[in-house]
């Protein structure tokens, strides 16, 4: 019943307020960090700290190992795809996890060498919000060549430039700069900026395919980590905030990245609901052609099977079944059922002396004269060369008898236009059958019938036997 309910589309101010409010959404989930960081920047006491060295390096521990398997996932899904931009996320994903493990490892080193503990981690997020923007200029760009996914040579050139950033922020932290403000404060605010310009890059080129919202969000979480470690000072509720805020990014975009594997193994074959929802009709449109397609073709092939291919008669197998499900109904209803039992007369000459073509033009003419003489819901069908039966539902014998009578004088008195041949006359013979009367079955129905026929061709045919 549901199906046949009224559908009512919504109205295009009603699809203007919704969209504006899931952008809203958007927008509020994606600076919701923000709230956090004004909070505890005017409420907390800034002096309140927590350090813990086994949970911050067990925390590391598990943002590494979290890395690395997420590098791998992104990987796959660019030996799969060739996206540019899983290419480089799968580069910013490796390098952020071989920059800012060190951080972990070196928590002991906080009270010897701050610098040496803190700057790995500003330096590893630069170098991701680096590549995360140059990998968003490649978005939609086509996908590389199979070869050169699985050059070793390429990453291993990564990895390397990746140690060796890790041996720099060493140097660096062991230099007489390292304590300079400007040292970390060009790092994260480095960070900060690529963050902010993969936000801008985005809204400008209207990337809004469901993953490509996860990457803008993650990207917004990463800048707004950038600005907490800013405002923060080492192992204060800030600083902790400030990974939280990373870890909640990175968790996002590590969603995303494992969403399509899962899927399309790719970023820009991702569709929105309103793209799913348009592709999905579509699709229910395209089914229900073929279905429709595929009834008719059903049809046709029933047709075909229930017909003789040369007159458009019923076939012999379909009329014997045709016979039993009317014989079934005469029982059940006591109505009466008659059959009539057809052979051209002589056909053969006709065949021998015009030949096989003439010979068809006069089956296809009589069955055409044949089912003009009897009632809409009589059938006929061949069953032999040129032997046919004729199927008289609701007809006693006297009835069939009439109709048999009226079809024999119709074929005598017609002359069949055969094309370019002259016209041809033939006669033909009927046998009359009654059930009930001449039979209880099937095989008495017709033999009695067939009977009759023979009885009328022996006889001298051009004439109808009912008894």
């Known amino acids: 019943m549901n199906a046949h309910l009224p559908v009512h589309e919504p109205t295009n101010a009603l699809r203007l307020v919704t969209q504006a409010y899931m952008s809203l959404l958007l927008i509020a989930f994606a600076l919701m960090p923000a709230q956090f960081i004004a909070y505890l920047y005017f409420q907390q006491d800034p002096t309140l700290k927590f350090e813990n060295h086994l949970f911050h390096e067990l925390a590391i521990a598990v943002a590494t190992l979290e890395g690395l398997f997420v590098t791998y996932v992104t990987w796959r899904c660019y030996q799969s795809s060739g996206e540019p931009l899983l290419r480089w996320l ?13 951080h972990g490892a070196f928590t002991e080193m906080a009270h010897r060498n701050i610098w040496l503990f803190l700057l790995y981690g500003p330096a590893s997020r630069l170098a991701m919000s680096i590549l995360l923007f140059v990998g968003l200029l490649s978005y939609n760009q086509p996908s590389d060549e199979v070869e050169r996914r699985s050059v070793p040579r390429a990453w291993l050139i990564w990895i390397g ?8 922020v060493a140097l660096i932290a062991y230099s007489p700069y390292a304590g300079h403000p400007a040292i970390r404060l060009s790092m994260e605010g480095g960070a900060l900026v690529f963050s902010a310009l993969n936000v801008t890059a985005m809204l400008i080129r209207r990337l809004h395919s469901p993953l490509m919202v996860i990457f803008g969000i993650s990207v917004a979480w990463f800048g707004l980590s950038s600005l907490a470690f800013i405002l923060a000072a080492p192992w204060n509720h800030m600083w902790w905030l400030a ?10 975009l590590s969603y995303g990245v494992v969403q399509a594997f899962r899927t399309t193994q790719s970023f820009s074959t991702i569709y ?4 799913m929802m348009a592709r999905l009709a579509e699709s229910m449109g395209e089914t229900k052609r073929a279905l429709q397609q595929l009834q008719l073709s059903n049809q046709r092939l029933e047709r075909l099977a229930a017909t003789d291919p040369l007159t458009g008669a019923g ?15 005469a029982k059940r209803s006591g109505a009466p059922l008659s059959l009539l039992s057809i052979d051209l007369d002589h056909f053969k000459d006709i065949n021998d002396s015009r030949g096989h073509s003439v010979g068809d033009e006069v089956l296809r003419a009589f069955v055409r004269t044949c089912l003009e003489a009897i009632r809409p819901y009589d059938s006929v069908a061949r069953v032999g060369g040129e032997e046919f039966m004729v199927l008289l539902p609701r007809a006693t014998l006297d009835t069939a008898c009439a109709v048999a009578e009226r079809l024999r004088s119709t074929i005598e008195r017609t002359a069949f236009d055969v094309g370019a041949h002259p016209s041809v006359g033939v006669t033909i013979s009927v046998g009359v059958s009654e059930f009930g009367a001449d039979g209880d079955t099937l095989d008495e129905f017709l033999t009695v019938a067939d009977h009759r026929l023979y009885r009328a061709k022996s006889g001298g045919r051009n004439r109808v036997i009912v008894a």
């Open 90 to 102: 799968t580069v910013g994903f490796l390098g952020f996890v071989l920059v800012y493990s060190p």
């Open 161 to 168: 430039l990746f140690l060796t950033m890790d041996i720099a």
């Open 243 to 252: 990974h939280a805020i990373f870890a909640g990014g990175f968790f996002l």
């Open 272 to 275: 929105s609901q309103e793209e």
């Open 315 to 329: 076939n012999r197998r379909h009329f014997i079944e045709h016979i039993s499900a009317e014989i079934a109904r």
